[in-house]
């Protein structure tokens, strides 16, 4: 099933065409409320098999890892290219960075998101746009090319966003949003599943009558 859903709006049983917010079946008899939403019973047990996930979560951790270096790479590789051939920043990469690079830790993580999984985002999203900074060192140097002066560059490109001081806060602020975006994109699933509840209690009881006033 798709979990695509919005949770930030309440959603209670009505007297009329009550339907599941994610298949959109008509509930008859019984219903679970996630997050004050409305789900058929089916469709609360599978959002209960995806909140137990499959398999470990060393297992999520490190395919998260694994896709969200993959992603970091080719992103330090891109923004390293564009920078290059154009002789110039461009620092809205850096939120596109941050979307691409958290876009596959949440995939690793199978969306399960977590304090882990936003470390490991906002890390990789920040050491790729560091490392670009470091590709674009590494072709002006003109010393001889060494794997001790790629872990030296690659190290001080850490710091290469800061060294320009007042004079980059603007870029400062730019990648800061994208390493915020990538860290944003894996927060946690908080989805509190109650049920199953009564549908016809939660019908609202017919007004009584109001007797004749033989006027």
């Not at 995806?50 to 297992?59: H, N, V």
């Not at 985002?121 to 072709?139: D, E, K, N, P, Q």
């Not at 915020?180 to 699933?189: E, G, K, L, T």
């Not at 549908?199 to 033989?214: D, I, K, Y």
Request: with cysteine; aromatic share 10%; charged share 10%.
């Amino acid at each position: 099933m798709s979990l695509d859903l919005q949770f930030d709006q309440a959603e209670f049983p009505e007297a009329s065409s009550v339907t599941c917010s994610s298949c959109k079946i008509p509930v008859n008899g019984e219903y679970f409320t996630v997050n004050q939403q409305l789900f058929c019973g089916n469709c609360a047990q599978q959002i209960r098999e995806f909140l137990d996930g499959k398999g470990s979560s060393a297992g999520r951790f490190v395919q998260a890892i694994l896709l969200g270096s993959g992603a970091a790479v080719v992103g330090t590789a891109v923004y390293a290219g564009v920078m290059i051939l154009s002789n110039s920043e461009w620092g809205i990469i850096s939120i596109a960075l941050g979307w691409f690079v958290g876009s596959a830790v949440r995939r690793g993580s199978k969306g399960r998101g977590g304090w882990r999984y936003q470390l490991l985002a906002a890390f990789l999203t920040y050491t790729s746009i560091c490392a670009a900074y470091g590709v674009v060192v590494w072709t002006q140097v003109d010393v001889e090319h060494s794997t001790s002066l790629a872990l030296a560059i690659l190290l001080k490109a850490y710091f290469i966003p800061f060294m320009q001081g007042a004079e980059n806060i603007l870029g400062l602020l730019i990648i800061g949003f994208g390493v915020w975006r990538a860290w944003r994109m894996n927060q946690a699933i908080r989805l509190a599943i109650t049920g199953p509840h009564s549908l016809a209690a939660a019908r609202p009881s017919p007004p009584p009558s109001l007797p004749n006033a033989g006027l």
